[in-house]
């Protein structure tokens, strides 16, 4: 039985939990207890506060864990990075007052900075030669300027809406985090089955990601135009249709540069164009 941490609530939660489902690991939402079996999958979820989930991971309590990447980074526990799941982007920067006339880092020199992430914060300080005072806080970091306790903070940042709501303006990007899954150094060979399986089906749901299924109707004559203009995964499949002079093209295409393909194939004489989204896809 392969042990996940999660995070107890919150985006990550949710994202995680979504993940899971779309790979057909079912886990019940209604059992929100400390430790939650699969009903299909050899796999049990610890439900953490998140800053426990590197240490849980490392110490072994857990064998895997989905985590922040600031957090990974701020607590620098001893667990290696499995992959990078995409999902709960954020960033981690200095912000300032908005009325502030930000000269540059060298601002922040001799200044008090509010922070939940000190040890991201301490080496970014030393790296850039300035000298601050840090001040750990928990909880709304952002409210830290309007009552005098800093004169800026360091925290993660979003959408940016938190900042403007505290008229606070966004400085310096420190680092760019996402959701990572961690591991533990120590797993079995046995565990490490489980895992490479679960791994195969959420790369199978990460592939399918902003991909449309196409099917259309289109004149032979024309074909070779509108396959040239089709960047399927290796080459459209085409099959014949009962009138000889059109033939039914199916392909993937990417939703980036969906619509602009879509319409050179109208302009070549595609028809009945049917497009349906892909849950998974095994490449």
Same mark, same amino acid.
């Given at each position: 039985?392969?042990?996940?941490?999660?995070?107890?609530?919150?985006?990550?939660?949710?994202?995680?939990?979504?993940?899971?489902?779309?790979?057909?690991?079912?886990?019940? $939402?209604?059992?929100?207890?400390?430790?939650?079996?699969?009903?299909?999958?050899?796999?049990?979820?610890?439900?953490?506060?998140?800053?426990?989930?590197?240490?849980?991971?490392?110490?072994?309590?857990?064998?895997?864990?989905?985590?922040?990447? !600031?957090?990974? %980074?701020?607590?620098?526990?001893?667990?290696?990075?499995?992959?990078?799941?995409?999902?709960?982007?954020?960033?981690?920067?200095?912000?300032?007052?908005?009325?502030?006339?930000?000269?540059?880092?060298?601002?922040?020199?001799?200044?008090?900075?509010?922070?939940?992430?000190?040890?991201?914060?301490?080496?970014?300080?030393?790296?850039?030669?300035?000298?601050?005072?840090?001040?750990?806080?928990?909880?709304?970091?952002?409210?830290?300027?309007?009552?005098?306790?800093?004169? @800026?903070?360091?925290?993660?940042?979003?959408?940016?809406?938190?900042?403007?709501? !505290? !008229?606070?303006?966004?400085?310096?990007?420190?680092?760019?985090?996402?959701?990572?899954?961690?591991? !533990?150094?120590?797993?079995? #060979?046995?565990?490490?089955?489980?895992?490479?399986?679960?791994?195969?089906?959420?790369?199978? %749901?990460?592939?399918?990601?902003?991909?449309?299924?196409?099917?259309?109707?289109?004149?032979? $004559?024309?074909?070779?135009?509108?396959?040239? %203009?089709?960047?399927?995964?290796?080459?459209?499949?085409?099959?014949?249709? $009962?009138?000889?002079?059109?033939?039914? %093209?199916?392909?993937?295409? #990417?939703?980036?540069?969906?619509?602009?393909?879509?319409?050179?194939?109208?302009?070549?004489?595609?028809? @009945?164009?049917?497009?349906?989204?892909?849950?998974?896809?095994?490449?």
């Amino acid at each position: 039985m392969l042990r996940i941490a999660v995070q107890s609530k919150g985006r990550l939660f949710e994202d995680t939990m979504n993940l899971l489902a779309e790979a057909d690991i079912k886990v019940s $939402a209604s059992k929100r207890t400390l430790l939650v079996k699969s009903s299909n999958f050899p796999l049990e979820v610890l439900y953490l506060r998140d800053d426990d989930i590197p240490q849980s991971v490392a110490s072994g309590v857990a064998d895997i864990g989905v985590v922040g990447e !600031n957090e990974f %980074v701020e607590r620098g526990e001893d667990a290696d990075i499995i992959s990078r799941l995409g999902f709960s982007r954020c960033r981690l920067s200095l912000a300032i007052p908005k009325e502030v006339d930000y000269p540059g880092v060298e601002w922040f020199n001799g200044r008090k900075i509010a922070t939940s992430y000190p040890n991201i914060l301490r080496h970014y300080m030393e790296k850039h030669g300035i000298d601050t005072e840090i001040h750990v806080i928990t909880g709304s970091v952002e409210i830290s300027p309007g009552i005098g306790l800093a004169d @800026g903070i360091f925290d993660i940042v979003s959408s940016g809406s938190t900042l403007v709501s !505290n !008229n606070l303006s966004e400085v310096e990007v420190v680092m760019e985090s996402e959701a990572l899954l961690i591991g !533990n150094k120590q797993m079995s #060979d046995e565990k490490r089955q489980v895992l490479n399986e679960m791994l195969f089906r959420f790369q199978a %749901v990460k592939n399918a990601e902003d991909k449309k299924y196409v099917r259309m109707n289109a004149p032979k $004559a024309r074909l070779q135009e509108i396959v040239s %203009v089709l960047p399927g995964l290796k080459s459209p499949t085409i099959i014949p249709l $009962a009138d000889e002079e059109w033939c039914s %093209v199916h392909t993937v295409l #990417d939703q980036k540069r969906f619509w602009e393909i879509i319409g050179k194939l109208k302009e070549m004489g595609a028809q @009945g164009i049917l497009v349906t989204p892909i849950e998974k896809m095994i490449l």
